[in-house]
């Protein structure tokens, strides 16, 4: 994961510091491109111990069309969490409790989590049900029988829509491409990019995508290119960055997906296998909301 060092190397070296949304601070690099070659291991950062059950979770709650933490929670995903307590703050029946104790709410109370740990039209709604449009089952489809059109697109960005998500998509748009040999490449367009806990995340789960998308087509996964827009590393993880940089990258590990008798939107948490993931220690750092 040398792609992943050369992007933090590049917005230390040419960022500039910016003032944000959260008040935290960031050294922020517009428009950056990082290409991962899924032929030669599955793209999980090894500097630092990432949450691989986390991001299948979360790629499969994507492709459900879920917008509820509650799945989340259940499996004991918390990335999601402090977006819609931030929300509950505001409410009228707020009492004050912990995001711990709002937590264990959305876990026992059925009718607390539908209301509370709903996040809005995110990601899965827009994937699923844009405007009435399933767009990531029409993509598979277009994939199939017009392979080399260059309108394989998912946008989980709608306009009309943003103002009721509980966080607007970060990732935003993404592209395919089938190559003549039989290959498929996947393009995201992420508008904002957190390098510290975000990214690694992010390159991770669509490289998850696109191998289950190349599954569901008999295709092989190839190329996945990374392109930010912000990219930015908060001031309070500048320790943690360069804390990474002195750290040499391992050998990546490898994934395997049990794909017998099953589509990309039957394939469950048990059938998605990593091996070899030896990475060096987890570096923690505060999410900034």
């Known amino acids: 994961m040398e792609q992943y060092l050369q ?27 990082s290409r991962y070659d899924l032929r030669v291991g599955f793209p999980l950062l090894t500097t630092k111990k990432v949450f691989f059950k986390a991001i299948v979770h979360e790629m499969l709650w994507f492709i459900k069309g879920d917008t509820n933490i509650k799945y989340l929670v259940d499996n004991n995903v918390n990335i999601w969490n402090e977006w819609p307590y931030e929300i509950y703050k505001k409410s009228a029946v707020f009492q004050g409790e912990t ?51 260059r309108r394989h697109i998912v946008s ?11 966080l607007p998509p970060c990732h935003s748009f993404f592209q395919f491409y089938v190559s003549s040999q039989g290959e498929l490449d996947l393009q ?10 975000g ?37 309070n993880h500048l320790e943690q960055v360069n804390q990474q940089l002195q750290r040499t990258p391992k050998t990546l590990p490898q994934l395997t997906i049990d794909f017998s008798k099953k589509s990309i939107f039957a394939v469950n948490y048990e059938d998605i296998k990593l091996t070899d993931y030896d990475p060096h220690p987890p570096i923690k750092g505060l999410v900034a909301v």
Request: aromatic residues 12%; proline residues 4%.
């Open 99 to 149: 995001l711990t104790e709002f937590i264990e709410k959305i876990k026992t109370d059925a009718a607390f989590a539908q209301k509370y740990g709903e996040l809005g039209p995110v990601y899965g709604k827009q994937w699923r049900d844009f405007e009435g449009v399933d767009q990531l089952k029409q993509v598979i489809e277009d994939i199939k029988v017009n392979p080399y059109s």
């Open 156 to 166: 989980a960005w709608n306009p009309a829509q943003v103002n009721q998500m509980a």
């Open 188 to 197: 995201l367009y992420q508008r904002s990019g957190d390098i510290f806990l």
């Open 7 to 33: 992007l933090v190397k590049n917005v230390l070296a040419n960022g500039e510091s910016r003032t944000d949304r959260t008040k935290t601070g960031t050294v922020s690099l517009f428009g950056t491109q």
């Open 199 to 235: 990214v690694p995340f992010n390159i991770a789960s669509y490289s998850l995508l696109l191998t289950l998308v190349a599954l569901e087509c008999n295709l092989k996964p190839r190329y996945f290119i990374h392109t930010i827009g912000d990219a930015h590393i908060y001031t």
